[in-house]
């Protein structure tokens, strides 16, 4: 099974509500990024956080880990229309040696005008 | 700084032909990946080079595919013979990856390439 899953797998609001956004990942971690696709695009990096941060900031994004239940999660405020995308989850593991980073399946955020 | 370029945007072809994928890093940054992005399962790791040294080519699904890195500044993707199932979103990313930092830190991903294997 994936090392990071989102849930939830969709999710739609209405624009100025907040979006949260949670994942959850199973084996120990050095650090947990949030990347976003928009439609037909490439990912764009979000924010990183370290596994002794527990919580981080960026404009309207905020983010939390809570290492001991292996999850995290992603706040967005105030959303707008252009925050509609896909939003993944990726934490570093290692796997048959190689330490890699795994990305989850990704919950798609749609923000309603 | 123009980010990642990947070439072609766009790729449609015939089951059997052969595919080169395309992708220039960012200047400076000294470990590049490749990616593939299905629906079905979702974005999977297909090979990462590190000072273009190929490091962990683990998840290259089989014979068919290759890549190579001859320069800092220039990738490659193959797949020899292509097939239906090859059909996916590929995409090239890469990092910094400074002394000291971890592989699976910060990576920017170029805008990919969407191939269709009729």
């Known amino acids: 099974s994936q090392q990071g899953e989102e849930d939830p797998q969709a999710l739609s609001i209405q624009e100025g509500e907040n979006a949260t956004m949670n994942c959850s990942y199973k084996?120990?971690?050095?650090?947990l990024q949030w990347y976003r696709q928009n439609s037909g695009r490439g990912l764009v990096h979000l924010i990183l956080?370290?596994?002794?941060?527990r919580e981080k900031h960026s404009g309207r994004l905020r983010v939390t880990l809570d290492t001991s239940k292996k999850s995290s999660s992603l706040l967005i405020t105030a959303s707008r229309a252009a925050d509609t995308a896909s939003y993944f989850c990726?934490?570093?593991?290692?796997?048959?040696?190689?330490?890699?980073?795994?990305f989850g399946q990704g919950t798609r955020l749609t923000i309603n005008p | 700084d123009a980010g990642v370029i990947q070439s072609p945007r766009h790729e449609v072809t015939e089951m059997g032909q052969e595919v080169t994928l395309r992708c220039k890093p960012i200047?400076?940054?000294?470990?590049l990946f490749w990616y593939r992005q299905t629906m079905m399962r979702g974005l999977e790791l297909l090979i990462y080079?590190?000072?273009?040294?190929?490091?962990?080519d683990s998840g290259m699904p089989e014979d068919r595919f290759s890549a190579k890195m001859p320069n800092a500044s220039f990738s490659t993707l193959k797949i020899q013979p292509s097939e239906p199932r090859d059909s996916a979103v590929y995409f090239c990313?890469?990092?910094?990856?400074?002394?000291?930092?971890?592989?699976?830190?910060?990576?920017?991903f170029g805008p990919g390439t969407r191939l269709t294997v009729l």
């Open positions: 084996t120990s971690i050095n650090n």
């Open positions: 956080i370290r596994s002794n941060e």
């Open positions: 990313a890469s990092s910094p990856t400074p002394r000291g930092s971890f592989i699976t830190d910060t990576q920017y």
């Open positions: 990726a934490t570093d593991a290692t796997i048959q040696g190689a330490q890699k980073l795994v």
């Open positions: 080079f590190n000072n273009n040294v190929p490091i962990d």
């Open positions: 200047s400076g940054h000294n470990s």
